[in-house]
C-alpha cells in the first residue's frame, strides 16, 4: 500500500507562472514532510521541508503547504524558470521512526514551457 | 556536485552474480545512506550507517548487505542478482542524520540480464 502518492506523473507550466505540485499521504503518524528536486543523471536534491506543527514554509520561490486533516500537501514554485524542469519528489517522515521512516512517492515530472 | 562520489556509474550483470557498490561520502559526514529507485517501487529506503554502525534498516532484501568502514566509505552488496533487482542505486550522506541534510550522490545503475 503506496503511502504516499504523487498522483500527476507529469506536469506542465509556462515560464513565469506557478506550478504547483501536490502530495497526499495516507499515514496520519507522518510528521515530517519533504521535497526533493532530481535531474536524469544525477541524485536528488532537497528542497524544502515542513514539520507537521506548521501549514506552510517558504523558501524563496519555493512554497510548501500542508493541510494535515486532508493529509495533504503541495509544492508551489513562482515563478517557474526553465531550470525547475525536473522530477519532484514528495517525502514524508515520522519522528517515531529512524530513515526506515522515510516514505517517498513516485515523483512527478515538472516540465517548464518556454 | 554534490560531493558524494558513488561507483561504478553503471554496472551490467547477469542473474545469480554478486557485485558491490561503493560510496564515498562528503567530507565530514558521518551518516551514509543507501536507496533503490526502482521504475515500479520508486524510490525507497535500505539502510543507514553512522560511524561505522548500522543506525536504520530499510525495505533491504536479506540478499543484499551494506558496511560502513573506518575511513567511512560504505559498500552495498548484492547477491543472487534477479532481473528484479535491476534499478538506480543511490548513496546520501550527512553530517548528523538530519534528512533535510543529506546529499545524494548520482547513482549506480544496475541492469541485471
Known amino acids: 500500500d503506496q503511502q504516499v502518492k504523487q498522483n500527476s506523473p507529469s506536469l506542465s507550466v509556462q515560464e513565469g507562472r506557478i506550478s504547483i505540485l501536490n502530495c497526499d499521504y495516507t499515514n496520519s503518524m507522518f510528521d515530517y514532510f519533504l521535497w526533493y528536486k532530481k535531474y536524469p543523471a544525477e541524485g536528488p536534491t532537497f528542497l524544502i521541508s515542513i514539520s507537521s506543527i506548521k501549514d506552510k514554509n517558504e523558501d524563496g520561490r519555493f512554497t510548501v503547504f500542508l493541510n494535515k486533516s486532508a493529509k495533504h500537501l503541495s509544492l508551489h514554485i513562482v515563478p517557474s524558470q526553465p531550470g525547475d524542469s525536473a522530477v519532484y519528489f514528495c517525502?514524508?517522515?515520522?519522528?517515531?521512526?529512524?530513515?526506515?521512516?522515510?516514505?517517498f512517492g513516485k515523483g512527478t515530472h515538472l516540465i517548464i514551457q518556454p | 556536485d554534490s560531493g558524494v562520489t558513488q561507483t561504478p556509474k553503471h554496472l551490467i550483470t547477469a542473474t545469480g552474480q554478486r557485485v558491490t557498490l561503493r560510496c564515498s561520502p562528503r567530507?565530514?559526514?558521518?551518516?551514509v545512506y543507501w536507496y533503490q529507485q526502482s521504475l515500479d517501487q520508486g524510490l525507497q529506503f535500505l539502510i543507514q550507517?553512522?560511524?561505522?554502525?548500522?543506525?536504520a534498516k530499510g525495505n533491504i532484501l536479506e540478499r543484499f548487505s551494506a558496511q560502513q568502514f573506518p575511513d567511512l566509505h560504505s559498500e552495498l552488496n548484492l547477491s543472487s542478482l534477479e532481473l528484479g533487482d535491476s534499478a538506480l542505486y543511490f548513496c546520501?550522506?550527512?553530517?548528523?542524520?538530519?534528512?533535510?541534510?543529506?546529499?545524494f550522490g548520482p547513482g549506480t545503475r544496475l541492469t541485471v540480464l
Open positions: 546520501a550522506s550527512s553530517v548528523s542524520g538530519a534528512l533535510n541534510e543529506q546529499f
Open positions: 517525502a514524508a517522515w515520522y519522528s517515531g521512526g529512524g530513515a526506515d521512516g522515510l516514505t
Open positions: 567530507s565530514g559526514d558521518l551518516s
Open positions: 550507517y553512522y560511524n561505522g554502525e548500522e543506525r
